[in-house]
């Protein structure tokens, strides 16, 4: 896929106003299991089709805040909950937020995972800005690349169009290429 560098010029601390278009606790749509999912608000991706054109906006919703954070993870530490979920908007371009919960996350609830969808690729993210690097890093399983109208597939699970891949994020950072998730 032949990507124009201008997402690589993309910057969080740029573009993101810190607010959440909807946060969905106890869901069994956004990854496996159950789940909490917060969709952050903002995209500049604009996917032709995209599911949640609503949350292109970086003022979509409300303003992410620490109640709002205590109440993710409180949700998150139900031992049926498996997992957060970081939908959007584009989780790479609201790091500010994700980060906050990711970090949170991995220090008080090790055992749940982060699942994360965005419109760029693995690839993309390992030379990315230092913020998109980190939250790369706490992530467990990444839907990478844009949604592409021309390659819908809706037998996909977790993906909506063929090129998008379901990847295992450790196994990636340990091989220095995308490994896909077994």
Known sequence: MHRSPVAQTWRSDRVSQGFVADYK?????????????????????????????????????????ADLEDRILADLAHSAVQGLSLLGGEPF???????????????ELPTKDVWCWTGYTFEELLVGHPDQRELLSLV??????????????LTLAFRGSANQRVLDVPASLAAGVAVPRA
């Not at 609201?94 to 991995?106: E, H, I, K, M, Y």
């Not at 467990?140 to 597939?153: E, H, K, M, W, Y």
Request: hydrophobic share 35%; glycine share 10%.
């Open 140 to 153: 467990d399983v990444l839907v990478d690349g844009p949604f592409d109208l021309a390659q819908r597939d």
């Open 25 to 65: 606790p106890f869901v069994f749509v956004d990854g496996e299991g159950v789940r909490c999912s917060l969709y952050v608000s903002g995209c500049l991706f604009a996917c032709d089709g995209c599911f949640n054109e609503d949350a292109w906006s970086f003022r979509c919703g409300s303003r992410y805040s």
């Open 93 to 107: 371009l609201n790091t500010g937020t994700c980060l906050s919960l990711a970090r949170r996350v991995r220090a």
